[in-house]
């Protein structure tokens, strides 16, 4: 096939079916507000007003995390229940308020409960809505969706920790709360527009779904007792651990390497930029070969990034760190969602998909508290890098043994 026909193909797909793409990236986008590193933007301000050192701000918001992991158990498998567009509008509603919460908020105790409820309806339920619709609607075309759709992600990297970095020095940070809240209210009516129509509505499900291994529709819970789930666990941890531990401690990063917040900030758009080119790319390939072929590599990148950033002296050794970084988090936008819909089928997609979610949640919360602790231990965030760039080639050597030894029962393998 040549690139021009390629390209016609590309553009009649994304106008056949922009309203759903469309309102995939619109949930991604929004997500971004229960994001680590949108909510870590405001680490030095929230452990200045609270009184907290690095571990006791690590400790809360692991504690407000992991609970969010675990109602993401329950709450993700409302996606085989609820329409993306009812659930979605509910769910960028709990996220509105929740960011009002941040901006209100004045009682440490309390700071938990608001981390809770950033986290599970941003980074969990908006995201999840927006992953398991697209693994639903698309099954040629998974992976360009998911690439698509994902652009939220990156859009949200790319612009807002810029835009609101700056604003902080012109606004009180729980002003910014407000807009954030503002913002995700305004994603409510364009969301029910979008999703006026939905790609594939409820009495046609039957019909769209596609099988897994051993051509059977998998249950969470034997998706669960299968051997493959737990050799995808460590991969599913990594990035959502140490990826979230990187931006988590950003403000003290830059002020270990002697850098400037904002300088460090302004790396994020190359950052972002290698993401998209990586999820795009990806997801094509994922088109094309499969998700068994491509899985058990797409985590050696942060090998290199953590060793980088381990030993970077300026912003150029930090932004080659970014690069191999963003390569990473661009495919792990595309594989590992397709991975839950081709390995276990789509039929109960979102119930499996909530548990990989929740362990993916949990990994959120690990990294953050881990390191936090273990800089108040006086072990600083380089040494602990080396340790993070060690624990990518132990999931990736998992992942390599289970693919290798299940893919033989996916349908379409010869």
């Not at 990187?246 to 302004?266: C, D, I």
């Not at 381990?310 to 397709?338: D, E, K, M, Q, Y």
């Amino acid at each position: 096939m040549t690139t021009k026909s390629t390209s016609l193909n590309l553009l009649a797909f994304l106008k056949e079916n922009r309203n759903w793409l469309s309102a995939g990236a619109v949930l991604t986008l929004l997500s971004s507000f229960g994001q680590t590193y949108f909510i870590s933007l405001f680490a030095a301000e929230i452990r200045m007003d609270f009184g907290l050192s690095h571990g006791g701000w690590g400790a809360i918001y692991s504690l407000g995390t992991t609970a969010s992991a675990a109602v993401m158990i329950w709450a993700g498998g409302l996606t085989d229940v609820l329409r993306a567009r009812t659930l979605g509008a509910l769910v960028l509603a709990g996220l509105a308020a929740a960011c009002l919460a941040m901006a209100w908020n004045i009682y440490v105790a309390l700071l938990p409960v608001v981390i809770f409820a950033l986290r599970l309806t941003g980074q969990g339920l908006c995201s999840h809505i927006a992953i398991v619709s697209m693994a639903r609607w698309f099954v040629a075309t998974r992976g360009r969706a998911l690439s698509i759709a994902s652009l939220g992600f990156a859009a949200g990297e790319a612009l807002l920790p810029l835009i609101f970095v700056a604003l902080l020095g012109i606004f009180h940070w729980r002003s910014l709360w407000v807009v954030a809240a503002c913002v995700a209210i305004l994603g409510i009516p364009l969301l029910l527009r979008l999703l006026k129509t939905e790609r594939t509505p409820q009495s046609m499900a039957d019909e769209n779904q596609s099988l897994g291994m051993g051509e059977a529709h998998w249950s969470r819970n034997a998706a669960l007792r299968h051997p493959l789930f737990w050799f995808m666990v460590p991969a599913i941890l990594g990035p959502s651990a140490f990826n979230t531990a990187f931006f988590f401690h950003q403000v003290y990063f830059a002020e270990l390497k002697g850098w400037t917040h904002l300088s460090l900030v302004s790396l994020f758009p190359l950052y972002t930029g290698v993401a998209i080119a990586a999820m795009v790319i990806s997801g094509v390939a994922l088109d094309r070969f499969g998700t068994a072929r491509l899985i058990t590599l797409y985590q050696l990148p942060m090998v290199i990034a953590f060793l980088v950033f381990s030993v970077a002296t300026s912003l150029g050794h930090a932004a080659i760190g970014f690069v191999f970084l963003a390569l990473t988090t661009g495919a792990n936008s595309t594989l590992p969602n397709a991975f839950w819909a081709e390995f276990y089928g789509t039929r109960h997609i979102g119930s499996i998909k909530a548990m990989a979610t929740a362990v993916m949640v949990l990994g959120s919360a690990i990294g953050p508290g881990v390191t936090g602790i273990l800089i108040d231990l006086q072990v600083d965030l380089p040494t602990q890098f080396i340790g993070v760039a060690f624990y990518f080639v132990l999931a990736s050597v998992c992942m390599w043994i289970g693919i290798k030894r299940y893919q033989t029962a996916l349908p379409q393998f010869a």
